[in-house]
């Protein structure tokens, strides 16, 4: 398979896993079992994708101080992003923070354009553009009584804005010197660093469900999210940032909406079914772009 195609292979499988894991991440969560849990549970199905992928690149791994830096800056960045967004929902509901957190890719866009100069075609950036606008559209929620919240969370959603959108630049970045199995090796021990604090942000002074609905289930849908981030980065190896950052987090969403209309028999907003129909063509205008 040539180069220019690789991605986009990377970017369907992503779109796959990613999509179907925000669909069902919270069903754990419904039967009792914490999100900070989650995310040790999360850490764990990191394990086996990071063995199978040095598996794949049979055991070799980077031993040089930039790959171990780079490789460990993307897993912290990730970590710190989902920690914050923990106590972010704590605080206030979804509604009023996903919508931020959806414009990651602008971050990420900018970086790429502005640190390693990539650039692309008149209709990669039209679906670029396209893609923003979608992201905003899928998002959306009535935002019934938001005026009840301090803003003070609004602070907060900006640190996963940031270092999520930084994470994507720095993927791709590392991308240029390191194997993508060496990057997910180093994702995977930075993930366990956060462990503790995950530990300590749980109240398990409220029962913790320890059956299949739990922590099982729990591995189920977050190994979705350990095999989507290891596509992610392959996807990063292989294509440029500032297409395959749109394109996912644009595309993603998109099934997450379909999976739940199916699933909870609920019929998306308009806003959001217009969304999803320009998520679409920003994703064919970008997958018309190759990687140079």
């Known amino acids: 398979m040539g180069k220019s195609k690789r991605w986009q292979l990377f970017v369907f499988i992503h779109v796959c896993f990613m999509g179907v894991w925000g669909a069902l991440i919270e069903i754990p969560e419904k039967n009792g079992f914490p999100p900070t849990l989650g995310y040790v549970v999360w850490a764990i199905t990191m394990v ?5 992928a040095l598996k794949e690149n049979k055991w070799k791994i980077e031993r040089d101080s930039r790959s ?6 993307v897993g912290i960045l990730g970590s710190v992003g989902q920690l914050i967004l923990f106590f972010c929902l704590t605080v206030v509901p979804a509604y009023l923070v996903f919508p931020i957190l959806s414009l990651t890719p602008v971050i990420t866009i900018l970086m790429a354009a502005g640190i390693l100069k990539e650039r692309t075609g008149k209709a990669g950036w039209i679906g670029i553009a396209i893609a923003i606008i ?5 998002s959306y929620q009535p935002q019934n009584g938001a005026g009840k919240y301090e803003y003070k969370w609004l ?6 804005l940031l270092v999520w959108g930084a994470q994507g630049f720095f993927m791709r970045w590392a991308n240029e010197t ?7 090796f180093y994702m995977m021990i930075s993930s366990f660093l956060f462990v503790p604090v995950a ?9 913790v469900n320890l059956g299949f609905k739990g922590p099982w289930l729990a591995a189920i849908v977050q190994g979705m999210n350990s095999i989507g981030a290891l596509c992610l980065v392959y996807a990063f190896r292989y294509g440029k940032a500032i297409i395959v950052a749109p394109m996912t987090t644009a595309l993603s969403p998109v099934l997450t909406v379909l999976i739940s209309l199916f699933i909870y ?5 308009p806003i959001i079914i217009t969304g999803i129909i320009l998520a679409i063509v920003s994703a064919l205008l970008m997958s018309r772009e190759e990687t140079k």
């Open 48 to 52: 086996p994708v990071a063995l199978f």
């Open 68 to 73: 171990i830096l780079l490789g460990m800056l």
């Open 134 to 138: 979608a992201i905003f559209l899928i």
């Open 155 to 160: 602070l907060l959603s900006i640190v996963p």
């Open 178 to 184: 390191s194997s993508a199995e060496s990057i997910f």
């Open 199 to 207: 530990l300590y942000m749980t109240d398990f002074s409220t029962p």
């Open 265 to 269: 028999a609920v019929i998306p907003h």
